[in-house]
């Protein structure tokens, strides 16, 4: 697979703090004033949610996210030309990080595997995560993508036995995405950190390949726990809250990026 820009990030010797955001939310021409503000203040790495009626990981807040997503117009080809736009510099700063576009795999095989995949590539995404194709089916999928140049990144959960992390580890091209709890996006359930600690651990002993940590990430404090035992963090739905109530694109961007910067 040819070098992109996730690969670069990853041979650079730092923690990473991830961005997943929804995009169009909560206001109509948020999407490019957001990512300029989250690029200024740090994100490593941006996920782009991608709307759908019917997930199965999310919880209420992103839920609510997309639908008000889809009610602003967003679909999966508005969505690539946004991410095109955004690595032109059309409407806001060039964006630079690496983005992932996360969604179901319902609107990317109605849109056409192959030709979903070279439209993700021309328009600038740099990975996958497809929350609902599990290792046992996405190993052709995971090639097409190679060979198209984007990276896979799979899911292990704090009940996922030593040998199938170890499957994921394999499977995922550059790294995996660690879910902090065995529950929905936005949870609170981190009261027993000894439990995550040692679910952690145990993934550092059965993979080769560098992952991060999401679900139930809030505020600095949490960041820095899990840069104590992973290679990052995901912060999503306490950015979604955060912005929440704003009601211009101005006021969304400006958020996101006091938000974020107190992340950092």
Same mark, same amino acid.
């Given at each position: 697979m040819p070098e992109n820009r996730i690969t670069k990030l990853l041979k650079q010797d730092k923690k990473l703090l991830l961005a997943y955001y929804m995009p169009e939310y909560p206001v109509q021409g948020a999407t490019l004033p957001v990512l300029e503000a989250l690029q200024e203040n740090g994100a490593d790495i941006i996920e782009l949610g991608i709307p759908f009626s019917d997930p199965v990981g999310d919880g209420p807040v992103i839920q609510e996210a997309a639908h008000v997503a889809i009610r602003n117009g967003v679909t999966l080809k508005n969505l690539l030309e946004t991410v095109r736009r955004a690595r032109n510099g059309e409407g806001c700063r060039k964006i630079t990080v690496p983005i992932i576009l996360m969604g179901y795999s319902n609107p990317l095989f109605a849109y056409g595997g192959e030709c979903f995949l070279s439209d993700a590539v021309e328009?600038?995404?740099?990975g996958l995560l497809i929350p609902d194709l599990p290792p046992e089916e996405i190993e052709d999928y995971r090639e097409m993508a190679r060979e198209?140049?984007?990276?896979?990144?799979l899911l292990i959960s704090p009940v996922t036995p030593p040998e199938r992390i170890e499957?994921?580890? $394999?499977? $995922?091209?550059?790294? $995996?995405?660690?879910?902090?709890?065995?529950a929905t996006t936005g949870t609170s359930k981190l009261s027993d950190g000894a439990a995550v600690d040692d679910y952690l651990k145990r993934v550092r002993q059965h993979t080769k390949k560098k992952f991060v940590v999401g679900f139930g990430i809030k505020d600095k404090a949490r960041v820095e726990h899990m840069w104590g035992l992973a290679d990052g963090a995901?912060?999503?739905t306490a950015l979604l809250q955060h912005i929440a109530g704003c009601t211009a694109p101005e006021e969304c961007a400006r958020l996101a990026g006091e938000f974020w910067k107190s992340l950092r």
């Open positions: 328009a600038g995404v740099d198209a140049g984007l990276s896979m990144v499957l994921i580890d $394999s499977l $995922s091209t550059d790294f $995996s995405y660690c879910l902090a709890v065995n995901v912060v999503g």
